[in-house]
């Protein structure tokens, strides 16, 4: 790192700073100033300022002298200003704040890093342009005779150096091409004789950084005062996720200041049943980040979805991933979302994204399939295949060992020996007015739900305690007719009976709307019972925000069930015959080197239906194949074999009993399947937030 922090395009500026880069040290030379406010008449430190200025020197022994450098950290991150002799000519660069990571200060790590800024010793003076050179030398000798002294010590005594360190973090965008530069800045402070009073100064700058920080994440920024749970498969990928975490993302966590618990998975479907039981989950939590493929993605996702306060989980706890698996087309979906690098260093990048703090709402995707007479319902967020693509998936996890590779090697392979699956194909186009009726309704469904516990109800029934705006789901008397006392007292306390089956595990439940349904809940209230106790009004509030929080098991289907058909009047449309593949993606990128649906935004509601009919030649499939990595597989004009249909809800008839059906890359039972999206039903961590 150079030890002149100001960055320089000027070709002569360019060659200083090569000069100076080998020969960076710490020394303080001269003086610190501190913006007025910053300390009270004390002398002790403030709450965190919305600007700080410091003058700060960095070294130049080729030159003989110290290079002044102004440094202010405001909102907008921290400019270093470097002011020069010759035609008073000034450099400027501001590291942004959400370039910056974070900052730890202290005492002199004993592993430094060079490019480090320093303040000097007195305060009672004005900063001054320069000092007398030989006095300069003398500090500098003075200095590194006490650096040699110290070396010379006795064990247990202490080296007499009173200043404390700023490090700030930093990962630079730049851009042609898109990468991220690491950055380090250390700023020493020696404005006192006494070390509290510098790491005072020290801190203060430190938690000014933080609060800006904070505050640029916006109204969508995590609960600083929350961990974050990390859910690690070691043998994801190549069998290398353990080292890759260790080497990569626990070393970026700790310059972020990030609170985590990690989490290893011992065995499948580990990490949806931890998630699913986990009682403190929300109160412990601000966001799941997942250290794997999308395989664990998709685990924690349903695991969401089987818990009883599903949607406040959703709205809660914001999801990330970092990419240790093989496919990884989540993290490139939103690395491409964000305008964010990717390769060459897919775990650091992805870990940056993790922790800017900002969520951005992603479309979820409700799947159902019969099988022998059994109904399943879960979530997708990335792909649905049936088909060539499926195939390859499924098929060349026999060469998962090495790698990402294992896709190439056998899309060869499937290439040679094409098959083709008979069936029959639905599907709902994006424009029309079933859709958008459908995408109002649910809107207002969402507005009520977000609305109903700060409603009062004046006059509730007692055997009609359920919220209007879900008929379907009622409420059973706990006893005979229960009789709301006006007289009771408000400061009572109440407490509602919810009684609610958890026998039937909740992926081979389905939703109120299902014909095969079994499921019941209900709310009750005791009638003499010592938990029911509250006044009137507050049981009609609690028993409405109540209702309002778990009136569904799981998002209501606007679907027909599986056995039922779909009507051609609502604008659904068909087709019938043999089809290479039928995928669905709602995501960008299927793997890191898959741009499969270019289209396709997190939160835009729509589904891409990829369909390659039967009679497409070989050589337009290999085209098709070998173009998907730059997202331009897809036909410009009309094709009579290859098409893509945004559409709002799909289903997949397939007629044969052999074939495979996959579901964001996990294999499922080959069926009957269909499949609607949810607009934004979770928030996965991204740089932007919106």
Known sequence: MTANPVQRPDRQQSETATETEPESELEPVLQHQLKPGMTTESGEAIAPQSELIGIFYVENRRRKQNIKIMVKLCPDGIYLRRETAENDHINEQLIRIDDIVGSSYGKRLKKRARGGLNSCKSANHEPQEAADEEEEQQQQQQQREQQKSSKRRQPGQTQADNSAYLYIYAYLKKEKPLRRVQTLRILRFRTSDHYAENLNTARLWHHTIREHKQRAAGDRARDPGKKLLILLNPKSGSGKGREQFQKQVAPLLREAEAQYDLQITTHPHYAQEYVRSRKDLLERYAGIVVASGDGLFYEVLNGLMERMDWRRACRELSLGIIPCGSGNGLAKSIAHHCNEPYEPKPILHATLICMTGRATPMDVVRVELNHRDKHFVMYSFLSIGWGLIADIDIESE?????????????????????????????????????????????????????????????????????????????????????????????????????????????????????????????????????????????????????????????????????????????????????????????????????????????????????????????????????????????????????????????????????????????????????????????????????
């Open 398 to 690: 026999r060469l998962r060992s090495i790698g990402a590779q294992r896709f190439t090697l056998w899309a060869i392979r499937r290439l040679i020996t094409l098959r083709c699956y008979p069936g029959k194909l639905f599907y709902l186009p994006a424009s029309t007015k079933h859709t958008e009726h459908a995408a109002e309704a649910a809107a207002e469904a969402e507005t009520a739900i977000e609305s109903a516990p700060e409603s009062p109800v004046e006059t509730v029934e007692p055997h009609t305690v359920a919220t209007r705006a879900f008929s379907e789901f009622k409420d059973l008397p706990d006893e005979s007719d229960v009789q709301l006392r006006a007289h009771e007292s408000d400061s009572d306390q109440f407490a509602d009976a919810l009684s609610m089956d958890r026998s039937v595990y909740r992926q081979n439940g389905d939703s109120w709307h299902s014909a095969v349904s079994r499921r019941t809940a209900y709310y009750s209230v005791g009638g003499q019972s010592t938990r029911s106790n509250r006044s009137r009004l507050s049981v009609a509030q609690r028993i409405e925000a109540a209702n309002a929080e778990f009136s569904q098991l799981v998002p209501a289907s606007t679907m027909p069930g599986l056995q039922l058909p779909l009507p051609a009047a609502d604008g659904w449309l068909s087709e019938s015959g043999e089809f290479v593949m039928v995928h669905a993606a709602y995501t960008t990128h299927l793997a890191s080197d898959c741009f499969f649906a270019p289209d396709s935004r997190l939160n835009d509601g729509l589904i891409y239906l990829v369909v390659i009919r039967a009679g497409v030649g070989r050589s337009q499939l290999l085209n098709f194949l070998l173009s998907m990595h730059n997202g331009t597989h897809l036909p410009v004009e009309e094709d009579p074999h290859i098409q893509v249909l945004p559409v709002r809800a799909f289903r997949i008839e397939p007629s044969g009993s052999n074939g495979i059906l996959t579901i964001d890359g996990e294999r499922v039972d080959y069926g009957p399947i269909q499949a609607e999206v949810f607009p934004g039903l979770i928030n996965v961590m991204t740089t932007t937030g919106q």
